[in-house]
């Protein structure tokens, strides 16, 4: 939904943009294409500033004096405007979750169809890889996420598979996560992992709800959040991509009230109170964008604007 997402920005060509998921730099360059160029004698132009906590997609990088990134979390958008004395903004854009880059890097372990050392960090940097929270959290904690984060109905028989596994033996490698919920499996010599297909729904699920636990995602979500809404400017937009129901229900709940607990507040008169006026709810990519990209089979496209 790069075209919808880019039109419901309504970019404006001198003002200032904030691309919080970087990537392959798709959307940052859609973006760029809408801003003002430095000429002679034009004092107005735009700016994007494009966050990413991979050091990968630096490899992307754009050759731009109107570009900045900023390599780091997007929980801290506001230190980082702060830093580039940037008070205001005219629209923000998040894709969340993890690229097609980084499910084809098997050593990178986000994906069940490779053996891999568990890690699944974005931020290679980071202390706790995914080994760590399989091999520390209680059966109780493992099962939690796997309900919260992966809408697993088996995560309790799956948790007690993995504490029976890590009792023998710590689980450092994807295939030891992925016998916990698919027994048989067999690794082809190029490293490939090979389980019947009933189970890969599941397993994309298991892993689904490691990595959001691994990179706190959800925390992550949340303060970016609070931050674009006292960033934009009135007229300002923001648009997030969102590909599980859980970020979903935040990112919708945030954009209707402007709060985290999303509670909708009205004044005496029964006027909505929230600082947004919501322009996309939801809207989800057409059957033709599916087909090219499976990941946009569960995208939900939200676009609000900053009320004046
Ligand atoms: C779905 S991809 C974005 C793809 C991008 N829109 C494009 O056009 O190529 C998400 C990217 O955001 C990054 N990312 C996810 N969560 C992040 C966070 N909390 N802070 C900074 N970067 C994050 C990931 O490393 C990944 O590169």
Excluded at 47 to 70: G, K, M
Excluded at 133 to 139: C, F, G, H, R, T
Excluded at 205 to 225: H, S, T
Excluded at 279 to 308: C, D, F, M, T
């Amino acid at each position: 939904m790069l075209k919808e997402t880019i039109e419901g920005l309504a970019i404006k060509p001198a003002g200032t943009y904030v691309d919080v998921t970087f990537g392959g730099g798709g959307h940052s360059r859609a973006i760029l294409n809408k801003l003002h160029e430095l000429e002679i004698g034009k004092l107005e132009i735009g700016h994007l500033y494009s966050f990413d906590q991979d050091s990968d997609a630096l490899a992307n990088a754009i050759d731009d004096e109107r570009w900045t990134f900023v390599h780091s979390n997007f929980r801290y958008l506001r230190n980082w405007m702060d830093y580039y004395g940037v008070e205001h903004i005219d629209g923000l854009l998040a894709d969340l979750g993890v690229s097609f880059h980084h499910f084809d890097c098997p050593e990178r372990g986000f994906s069940f169809r490779f053996s891999a050392p568990l890690d699944m960090r974005m931020n290679q940097t980071a202390k706790r890889t995914a080994a760590d929270i399989v091999n520390s959290y209680s059966e109780e904690e493992l099962a939690r996420i796997f309900w919260l984060y992966g809408e697993l109905k088996n995560g309790r028989g799956i948790a007690k598979n993995i504490c029976r596994a890590r009792a023998q033996k710590p689980i450092e490698r994807t295939e030891e996560l992925v016998k916990s919920l698919s027994p048989t499996l067999s690794i082809s010599e190029g490293g490939e992992i090979e389980v019947p297909t009933n189970a890969k729904k599941d397993l994309a699920r298991l892993f689904q709800a490691l990595r959001i636990e691994v990179n706190d995602e959800m925390g992550a979500l949340r303060e970016m959040l609070v931050a674009a809404r006292d960033l934009l400017k009135p007229g300002g937009r923001i648009a997030v991509l969102t590909y599980h129901s859980l970020e979903d229900r935040l990112v919708k709940n945030f954009l209707r009230s402007g709060n985290l607990e999303g509670t909708i507040e009205k004044d005496f008169y029964g006027n909505n109170l929230s600082p947004f006026e919501l322009i996309e709810k939801g809207r989800e990519a057409s059957p033709e964008e599916v087909a090219q990209n499976p990941r946009a089979r569960s995208a939900k496209l939200r676009i609000a604007e900053k009320k004046s």
